[in-house]
T-cell receptor, first 112, second 117 residues
Framework: AQSVTQPDIHITVSEGASLELRCNYS??????LFWYVQSPGQGLQLLLK??????LVQGIKGFEAEFKRSQSSFNLRKPSVHWSDAAEYFC??????????FGAGTTVTVRA | SAVISQKPSRDICQRGTSLTIQCQVD?????MFWYRQQPGQSLTLIAT?????????ESGFVIDKFPISRPNLTFSTLTVSNMSPEDSSIYLC??????????????FGPGTRLTVL
């Protein structure tokens, strides 16, 4: 069975600073990896995904993520954070039957 | 992509009652999923609902507690039966959409915030 670990429960970052959210996965086959964002009171929005190919993937809102098979990681980054990036971020891994397993989430707080 | 709506958006219910949550998608989809997000926690898959077949439940979830209907390719309902305060959660539906790539994407509805008193 697949699983996802997000080591950081809460991160506080200054507006304009860079952001990196960590994600480690466990899956026996080719991983299908996702990052979702959940703003307060909202559903989940897909930021980016990795299926195959280039290990550095670009997403919406200026986010990118790098897949490192040797480290079983799929870390999310943004060079310059905006106040609107304050939200909950979930990393997920998809199995062959399209069931997603989510990490516990990382709450991002942006300070002015 | 897919646009998904859920009704109700939130509700406050009494212990022992049942609530049915509706999920409507703007296009025909094969697979729909129901998730639970307990307060301050991540999402947990409750069941997979395919049109024309019985829903498939994950470990820890049973049909008697969470009956699901999937009458057509654009609609599903999840009922939370005989509710207790422990059922207070956000319930989200999602749909699997073909992307033409090696894997499909899941799009999520806005969720139904349930509080049980």
């Amino acid at each position: 069975a697949q699983s996802v670990t997000q080591p950081d429960i809460h991160i506080t970052v200054s507006e304009g600073a860079s952001l990196e959210l960590r994600c480690n996965y466990s899956y026996g086959a080719t991983p299908y990896l996702f990052w979702y964002v959940q703003s307060p009171g909202q559903g989940l929005q897909l930021l980016l995904k990795y299926f195959s190919g280039d290990t550095l993937v670009q997403g919406i809102k200026g986010f990118e993520a790098e897949f490192k098979r040797s480290q079983s990681s799929f870390n999310l980054r943004k060079p310059s954070v905006h106040w609107s990036d304050a939200a909950e971020y979930f990393c997920a891994v998809g199995a062959i039957d399209y069931k997603l397993s989510f990490g516990a989430g990382t709450t991002v707080t942006v300070r002015a | 992509s897919a646009v998904i709506s859920q009704k109700p958006s939130r509700d406050i219910c009494q212990r022992g009652t049942s609530l049915t949550i509706q999920c409507q998608v703007d296009s025909q989809v094969t697979m729909m999923f129901w998730y639970r997000q307990q307060p301050g926690q991540s999402l947990t898959l409750i069941a997979t609902a395919n049109q024309g077949s019985e829903a498939t439940y994950e470990s820890g979830f049973v049909i008697d507690k969470f009956p699901i209907s999937r009458p057509n390719l654009t609609f599903s309902t999840l009922t939370v039966s005989n509710m207790s305060p422990e059922d207070s959660s956000i319930y989200l539906c999602s749909v699997e959409v073909s992307t033409g790539l090696t894997y499909n994407e899941q799009f999520f509805g806005p969720g139904t915030r349930l509080t049980v008193l």
